[in-house]
């Protein structure tokens, strides 16, 4: 079977342009590609400038993808925000993996195993550190923590989300090491009115076969946050 996939940096659902707190835009651009699943980034719960709204729920209802996780990465004075995964299908083991390195922002990755008709996919969703040292940290503390190096290499894995990776080298340094290919290594997300850098990527290993991906360009999604969507589609063996 084919699964579809998304990664966006939703930005709270704040306009890249406009700065205008928008949701129905993220939800029209995710509508338009019909994901089976989604990793979101910056992702607002309880927060003033979002209405106070728990977006997580907001979008899960939206887009008729029942199963969700959230987790909460920045703390402010009323209200957090953090990363998300939208599914069409069940998740389990659900945990964070703390990311964060001394004197820098707060950050974790989110853990989950989802599972496609008897067979399970493992996802790992993320947004890295602004600094590059601070990045490949993050990533080494993801590939030495006891959920990934309990996963054989045939087990099907992704990890998506907002790597920061300006210069592209983190598939060199730590991910290609590692077994992983990334599903695109020149498909400009940021910023999205005029993009000009990779930032977000997603990186998969495993039986599963990759099809093709591209960033999501229509004209609400220039508008509906500074990053563009990034769309996946795999072959979910049986």
């Known amino acids: 079977m084919q699964l579809r996939l998304v990664t966006y940096n939703i930005h709270k ?9 928008r949701p129905e835009r993220i939800i029209e ?12 980034q910056e992702v607002d719960d309880g927060v003033p400038r979002s209405r106070g709204d728990r977006q997580v729920d907001l979008f899960s209802e939206a887009m008729e993808l029942p199963y969700h996780a959230y987790q909460r990465n920045v703390s402010l004075t009323k209200g957090h925000y953090g990363n998300a995964i939208l599914s069409r299908f069940p998740l389990s083991d659900v945990h964070n993996i703390d990311l964060t390195i001394p ?20 996802l790992i ?33 992704i990890v998506g989300g907002d790597f920061n990776d300006v210069w592209g080298t983190l598939n060199k340094h730590c991910m290609r090491p590692a077994g992983f290919s990334p599903v ?11 993009p000009v850098r990779q930032l977000d990527n997603m990186y998969y290993r495993g039986q599963m076969g990759f099809l093709h991906s591209f960033p999501g360009r229509t004209q609400v999604a220039r508008q509906a946050s500074d990053h563009l969507p990034l769309v996946a589609e795999f072959e979910f063996f049986k």
């Open 125 to 157: 969703n993320l947004h890295l550190g602004l600094a590059g040292f601070e990045r490949i940290m993050q990533l080494r503390k993801i590939l030495n923590n006891k959920s990934f190096k309990r996963l054989h290499r045939i087990t099907p894995t």
């Open 184 to 194: 695109s290594k020149h498909a400009s997300t940021f910023p999205a009115f005029m």
């Open 13 to 21: 659902g704040i306009g890249g342009i406009d700065r205008r707190y």
């Open 103 to 122: 004197m820098k922002k707060k950050r974790r990755a989110l853990f989950a195993r989802c599972h496609i008709k008897g067979r399970t996919l493992v």
């Open 29 to 40: 651009t995710l509508k338009h590609y019909q994901p089976d699943i989604v990793l979101l």
